[in-house]
């Protein structure tokens, strides 16, 4: 034992650092499972909560199975309490750890529906009762945390031993089965202890461990301790006796012996050492007796009933009075524990049931009736609810119709024996009740005055009558009623009495003076008469059948309790402001005494004029800002701008009255709704439009996404309108900073979609109509199958094979590939072999030379594939007309502004030109670009074409005259030798025989051209030390067509 208790303090000492400690739940489990698997008793084990109290309390049940479902609940509520200590003990302790409410749901049907749950929160710190529940004192900041976590360790091992004691997987169930003897009882009721003790607590014994000694179990008799051995401890009865005590004569095992004598009082007793040896097991002959847990009577063993309450042996304690919700201090009524009736505050006995005030409830089911005597009886039963003494084997009480809380037995089904009945007879005689019992006669008339009011209230129900009528009626009418039924004389005689019980009421109205006082006066009241005389105002039915219903039936009572009532619903809409005592009367006697009625109809005359406004077809009339009436201002710009706030609306008011402000209310409204600072108000008001100049407020101020610009929106409108009607779609940007560039492909979506969403609201239908057809458009030339036509200019898509194509537009064809004007001799034949035919074959082209070949391979549009007639000219920077993408006539790379690049550091419009693109080698003379050429063996021509015009350039290009741009002949002279081209164009000529044999351009470079291409392409030209210009060259040289690649966008047409 020695050894086991230092095991305890041990586990108990490792689990409260756990438990205390974050993170370690796993240390903690492990901690708890050791103590709860300690082999040690609860009285020895728990220090701190009365374990074995509360299991003995908490446990009911005839048989093993109801004791274990009993001690579910109660392992389910000791889950509750040890979150309870958890928290307290935790760092983080919630918000309203001081407090526990009875009001929890979880509460109520937990802990609070347990024996002891209560006394474990006292332990925790809740010492402080309130009337919603416990708290800690006022003067506790902070919980005992060593106290709160030995306590939830004794809670949470608890817990866990009752968990493995229903899973049936306890180390030692033996401890708790001598406290609970029937949990040794098998299902079918056979035992297997036959004479198990059980230790009955007092039922005042305290919860708190410190007030229960051990001391206080030697006092029991071992007469009383029926199922320990002699040879065990007196106080365990587990243990084999290690010790006996001559002082206080107690035979002790050795762990029992150190904890009853470490109390001071006990220390110096004369202990004998008691050689260990443990005898089987027997039952002891003076086992004989057994103590009734209802009645505590001392019974026989032969005896399976109590001599004096007649319960079964193994049947539960009885309840404690002191468990019964308190009452309040000032009771006003009370509701009878027998027949739930409610009853004055100052009647004793129940009008009902008679019993007294503080008697308990009845029990649901007789007692078990005696083997003479169950014959007779097997038909009564006794209500639960009215105490009714039922004779008929029905499941139904036959007064109040409820529910049998226990099945009636079948009559028909022949029941087996008991095992009671095998017991030898009681000693005790069967007490039959006598005829003219006076329970049984109040019985008698309880039930037929019972049914006959349920079965007059439910044909007073069938023909619409209430049952406070049936009820009143029955007691005005008696038995003398004549008219037939209640409900006859309530459809007959009760308008009569309504109207005599009006008369009654006029009678008093117009009586003199000392009439009313001394009517008024029964109420405590004097005063306020001279109102009702004045008035006059006789009252409705309604009133009066109120008033009859409220005093019982009698008329006189009746008349004075309507004018009772009368004068009080008028003082009360009085105090709402309705001072005409004479018209609060009349809409009291046309509602019929309802208030609620009479206030609806005394509020409608001054809603009237409210009404008449609302539903008027007149426009609301606007809001007067220089009214007098500053309040009424603020109040109709609440109910009609909605503000958030009283100081808003002044905030309104005060800016509208400045005269130097000329703001509308709309925009003073919404400025001041987005914030109550007065200088960002005014910024708000006034802002400044780029294009107009005029001041608008911010809300009539438009902007774009892409840029931080904001203008006016006539200016917004009339700016798109223009640009949708005569320009193009990319110069929809806006109309300050020219923002954003539109020839950035990933975010031409982006901005377009947000583009359409403000121009819906703002142009109009045909505008916004147009702007979808060429939005539609701009997204069409992007589709590969979409073709332009060559001779009007009109796009469509086409998904055809051939060649041929046939404008849908103006029914001209023209070929799907090369986009020339269709001719016979194309058909059959490949672009190619067509403009060879027309070179070798066609006199035209012949005459145009050079100049229509470099018509023929114009310049086509990259984004939108629309072809142009024209040379490249001097200036590289073209603008396509359709689709305004603006590029590079020489390697189609985009122009732009914002550079992708991330090494690019120039700032304006430029594009990234590759090195065989005409934007370097227009540079070049055309001796250089001819040794080019020959150098790869590509043929080109000097010569003049024969029939052409000499001494002038005919090729077409793209010229800029003031404003707008035009296509019309070169006109520069001409050089021997440059096939009737002048220079500039013959440049372009042989660069397009260099691209369209894609020949590379650095093999020519000088050393320097060569370090500059380096440089423009990001090469490293670190130069290797002593290294010579020849091998440096050929290294750069190398490098560099290794590396950069020619242009990809470059065309490459032959």
Not at 563 to 576: A, C, G
Not at 599 to 624: A, C, G, N, T, Y
Request: proline letters at 7%; a neutral charge; aromatic letters at 6%.
């Amino acid at each position: 034992m020695a050894t086991l208790s230092v095991q305890l303090e041990e586990a108990r000492s490792q689990a409260e650092k756990s438990l205390c400690s974050p993170g370690s739940a796993q240390e903690l489990r492990a901690g708890v499972s050791t103590m709860a698997s300690i082999p040690l008793p609860p009285s020895a084990k728990y220090q701190h909560i009365a374990a074995e109290v509360m299991v003995i309390e908490n446990s009911s049940g005839n048989n093993r199975k109801e004791i274990l479902a009993s001690l579910q609940k109660l392992s389910t509520a000791l889950n509750i309490l040890e979150k309870y200590g958890s928290n307290l003990t935790s760092s983080n302790r919630p918000k309203y750890w001081r407090t526990v409410k009875h009001n929890n749901p979880v509460f109520r049907a937990t802990v609070d529906a347990i024996h002891g749950g209560r006394a474990v929160l006292c332990l925790y710190g809740y010492t402080n009762q309130q009337p919603d529940g416990l708290s800690f004192p006022d003067e506790v900041t902070e919980p005992d945390i060593a106290k709160v976590a030995s306590v939830t360790l004794e809670v949470m091992s608890l817990r866990m031993e009752l968990d493995m004691l229903i899973k049936e997987d306890h180390p030692h169930p033996e401890f708790f089965e001598r406290i609970v003897p029937s949990l040794s009882c098998k299902d079918n009721g056979e035992c297997c202890v036959d004479t198990a003790a059980v230790i009955s607590p007092s039922s005042n014994i305290p919860w708190d461990r410190t007030s229960l000694p051990i001391a206080s179990l030697s006092s029991l008799s071992f007469g009383k301790q029926t199922g320990i051995s002699l040879e065990n401890c007196s106080i365990c009865g587990i243990f084999p006796v290690a010790s006996h005590c001559s002082t206080c004569v107690q035979r002790l095992c050795s762990e029992c012996d150190r904890l009853y004598h470490s109390h001071p009082g006990r220390a110096m007793h004369n202990r004998i050492q008691v050689a260990s040896s443990r005898p089987s097991k027997s039952i002891s002959a003076s086992l004989a007796t057994w103590q009734c847990s209802y009645c505590t009577t001392v019974n026989t063993m032969q005896q399976v009933l109590c001599e004096t309450c007649e319960r079964p042996r193994l049947a539960t304690a009885a309840p404690s009075v002191q468990e019964e919700p308190q009452q309040p201090s000032t009771i006003t009524e009370w509701q009878c524990k027998s027949c739930t009736v409610v009853n004055a505050g100052s009647s004793v006995l129940c009008e009902v049931c008679e019993r007294p005030r503080l008697a308990t409830r009845p029990p649901v089911t007789p007692s078990r009736p005696s083997p003479s005597t169950a014959g007779l009886l097997d038909s009564q039963w006794v209500c639960q609810f009215c105490t009714y003494a039922n004779h008929t084997p029905s499941s139904r009480c036959e007064i109040c119709d409820l529910a049998r809380s226990d099945p009636a037995p079948s009559p028909s089904k022949v029941l087996p024996l008991s095992p009671v009945k095998q017991f030898h007879p009681l000693s005790i005689k069967p007490k039959f009740t006598p005829s003219e019992d006076p329970d049984l006669k109040r019985q008698r008339l309880m039930r037929e005055e019972g049914l006959k009011l349920i079965q007059l209230i439910r044909e007073g129900e069938m023909k619409g009558v209430s049952p406070e009528e049936v009820y009143t009626s029955l007691r005005v009418s008696g038995s003398s009623n004549v008219s037939g039924t209640p409900c006859d004389w309530v459809k007959t005689e009760l308008p009569l009495r309504l109207d005599e019980i009006c008369a009654i009421a006029a009678s008093f109205q117009h009586s003199p003076k000392p009439l009313h006082s001394a009517l008024f006066n029964c109420t405590g009241q004097d005063g306020g008469l001279e109102g009702l005389k004045s008035s006059s105002v006789p009252i409705s039915r309604a009133e009066a059948k109120q008033a009859w219903l409220t005093v019982g039936g009698d008329s006189e009572k009746a008349a004075r309790q309507a004018l009772r009532d009368r004068r009080i619903k008028v003082k009360e809409l009085t105090s709402l402001g309705f001072t005409d005592s004479a018209a609060c009367e009349e809409a009291l006697r046309q509602s019929g005494g309802e208030v609620r009625g009479a206030l609806v109809l005394l509020q409608r005359p001054l809603l009237e004029p409210f009404h008449k406004r609302m539903w008027s077809e007149d426009p609301e009339p606007p809001i007067d800002i220089n009214h007098p009436d500053k309040q009424r201002v603020c109040r109709r710009l609440l109910a009609v701008y909605d503000l958030p706030s009283w100081g808003r609306c002044e905030l309104v008011l005060s800016l509208l009255r400045d005269p130097s402000a000329p703001y509308t209310l709309e925009d003073v409204v919404q400025a001041v709704r987005e914030s109550h600072d007065r200088d960002f108000i005014r910024r708000v008001l006034t802002k400044e439009c780029p294009i107009c100049l005029s001041v608008f407020p911010h809300s009539k101020m438009q902007s774009l996404t892409s840029c931080q610009c904001s203008v006016c929106s006539g200016c917004f409108k009339q700016h798109f309108t223009i640009v949708v009607r005569d320009k193009h779609i990319r110069d929809m940007v806006c109309p300050v900073c020219w923002e954003p560039d539109i020839n950035d492909p990933e975010h031409l979506n982006s901005y377009f979609s947000t583009l359409d969403i403000q121009l819906r609201e703002c142009l109009e239908p045909e505008v916004y109509e147009l702007f979808h057809k060429k939005l539609t458009e701009q997204a069409l030339i992007k589709d590969p199958k979409f073709l332009w036509c060559s001779h009007c200019s009109y796009g469509f898509i086409y998904d055809g094979n051939q060649l041929k194509v046939t404008c849908l537009q103006c029914r001209n064809s023209f070929c799907a590939q090369c986009k020339k004007p269709w001719e016979a001799q194309h058909t059959g034949l490949s672009c190619e072999q067509f403009q060879l035919w027309k070179r070798e074959n066609d006199p035209e082209y012949q005459r145009q030379g050079l100049a229509g070949y470099l018509r023929d391979n114009g310049i086509t549009c990259p984004n939108c594939r629309f072809q142009y007639a024209l040379a490249r000219g001097g200036c590289m920077h073209f603008s396509c007309s359709q689709c305004r993408y603006q590029f590079c006539s020489g390697c189609n790379n985009p122009f732009h502004t914002t550079c992708a690049v991330a090494q690019c550091s120039v700032t304006g419009l430029h594009a990234h030109h590759p090195r065989d693109c005409l934007f370097y080698l227009r540079d070049w003379e055309p001796a250089r670009l001819q040794a080019l050429l020959q150098k790869n063996a590509v043929a080109f021509n000097t010569d003049t074409a024969p029939g052409t015009h000499t001494g002038v350039c005919g090729v077409i290009e793209q010229k800029d005259e003031g404003a707008h741009q035009t296509d019309s002949a070169c006109g520069a002279q001409t050089q021997p030798g440059q096939a009737g081209l002048c220079e500039k164009h013959y440049r372009e000529y042989l660069v397009s025989l260099i691209n369209g044999h894609s020949i590379d351009p650095a093999p020519l470079f000088s050393l320097n051209e060569l370090v500059l291409a380096c440089k423009r392409y990001q090469v490293n030209i670190t130069r290797g030390e002593g290294e010579e210009d020849r091998p440096f060259f050929t290294r750069l040289l190398k490098k560099l067509i290794e590396d950069v690649p020619l242009g990809d966008k470059v065309p490459r047409k032959k």
